[in-house]
């Protein structure tokens, strides 16, 4: 095809378009590229607010997120930060907050993952209603006192992260702090005095620490704690450490003490507590009157401790008493009527090393739940139960060959299971006396059940 002059011009005026064009895109594009690097990058948090960051600093916090309209009274924001960041003075200028989340990703055991958080004086600036802080998982670094703008706080949260000991000038920029948690830190000690300006508190969290001494004097001032928390440390038991802390109700000392121990004396003056964890405690005997001077206990928890029996004289008639958690020792006996006279919701004595049941064991026992299950239990007395009033009874996985004619009888109960047990024959009538309305034998090789063989009511229900 043969091209005229026009078309050759025309073609060559077309080529410098397009490359005038492309160029103009690619310059575009630079400058563009250009422009985000060195721009604040800027996202929405809790549908109302945005927050915006450059080169690892929160510039500003504003109230014009895209759902602004749904959430016109909202005053919480939950900034997610994935790295490094430094708040810049006055960020937060342009919101009035009560609660405010700073969060970063989970780090590891030896803190080698954790960010780092830095703190001007003025980078809380302009939050004077803030109720609630809480900074999770970051490494803080501080210039002065980054606190003293938020006096009004209430609950401070500051966890795993780099704290050895609990900064003075800070916390007392809280006269209103009613509740402090600095779980999962590398906190060693709580010296003398350490919460004077800090009258309010009612709540302290100090679980997963490096605590080794609470020094005399360091409750002063705590005249209204109600709950403290020090599991998971390491604290020296002396005498005389909680009592400045007289009307405490929930004490939460499971795992505290290392190689030491839990030692009984140091709980004999606190006569409000309600609640007692001494978990994980190496805990070897239970000693008759040893919570005594503790006579409106509700819950006590004696998790994984080492104790191999049970006598009277700790827990029977102990009317207050709701709940006890025995799992996972290694009790192998139980004296009859160590849970006399006790109206409870929750006995537990799950994993742990019961053979023998005597009879009468649990006799004036009334409880709504009562785990029993995986002990080694292969030889019931007669009556073994009788007296026992349970809601559920749970004995599964234990080593029960047979049940004899009156191994249950006495029992009162809605639910007795006895799934996962060898049970292989069930004496006639055996449950001729036992009140019951569910029968569990999953996973027996007990072989077909004749309710009127066994003495059960028709309409007990088996499940099997």
Not at 72 to 83: A, E
Not at 383 to 404: C, E, H, Q, R, S
Request: some cysteine; overall charge negative; hydrophobic content about 40%.
């Amino acid at each position: 095809m043969m091209l005229t002059v026009v078309d050759c011009r025309y073609r060559e005026v077309y080529r410098r378009d397009r490359y005038f064009t492309m160029k103009v895109i690619i310059l575009n594009l630079l400058l563009v590229l250009l422009v985000q690097a060195d721009d604040e990058v800027c996202q929405d948090a809790n549908g109302a607010f945005r927050y915006c960051v450059k080169d690892k600093i929160l510039t500003r916090v504003t109230k014009d997120g895209p759902a602004l309209s749904w959430f016109q009274n909202l005053r919480h924001v939950w900034l997610k930060f994935n790295d490094d960041i430094e708040i810049a003075p006055n960020a937060f200028s342009q919101v009035d907050l009560t609660s405010l989340w700073l969060t970063f990703p989970d780090v590891n055991d030896d803190r080698s993952s954790s960010k780092v958080l830095t703190l001007h004086p003025d980078s809380l600036a302009h939050l004077p209603n803030l109720k609630q802080l809480r900074i999770n998982n970051v490494n803080v670094k501080y210039e002065g006192n980054p606190f003293v703008h938020i006096p009004l706080v209430e609950e401070l949260e500051w966890n795993y992260g780099n704290l050895t000991d609990i900064p003075k000038q800070l916390i007392s920029s809280f006269p209103n702090l009613e509740k402090l948690d600095l779980e999962e830190n590398r906190i060693e000690r709580l010296p003398a005095n350490i919460f004077e300006g800090n009258g309010l508190l009612k709540n302290i969290k100090l679980r997963s620490n490096r605590i080794r001494k609470l020094e005399s004097g360091w409750s002063t001032g705590l005249d209204l704690l109600v709950r403290l928390d020090l599991a998971d440390n390491s604290i020296a038991p002396e005498n005389g450490i909680f009592n400045g802390i007289s009307r405490i109700s929930e004490l939460e000392i499971s795992e505290a003490f290392g190689i030491s121990g839990f030692q009984q004396h140091l709980i004999q003056n606190l006569s409000d507590l309600t609640y007692l964890g001494i978990g994980f405690n190496s805990i070897r005997s239970l000693e008759p009157g040893m919570f005594n001077g503790n006579p409106n206990l509700r819950e006590i928890s004696l998790y994984g401790n080492q104790i191999r029996h049970i006598p009277t004289g700790v827990f029977e008639n102990f009317r207050s008493l709701e709940e006890i958690q025995l799992a996972d020792n290694i009790i192998e006996t139980i004296a009859p009527g160590a849970f006399s006279g006790l109206n409870m919701s929750y006995l537990g004595l799950t994993i742990n090393r019961v053979k023998t049941i005597e009879s009468r064991t649990f006799s004036g026992l009334q409880v709504r739940r009562f785990g029993f299950r995986k002990n080694q239990i292969s030889d019931l007395k007669p009556y073994a139960f009788d007296g026992l009033t349970a809601g559920m009874f749970d004995v599964t996985y234990n080593k029960i060959p047979m049940i004899g004619a009156d191994d249950f009888a006495g029992l009162t109960t809605e639910d007795l299971d006895l799934s996962g047990n060898p049970i292989k024959t069930i004496a006639d009538k055996a449950f001729r006396n036992t009140k019951l309305k569910r029968l569990g034998l999953y996973n027996t090789p007990v072989g077909t059940v004749d309710k009127f063989k066994l003495g059960l009511q028709e309409s007990v229900e088996i499940m099997k």
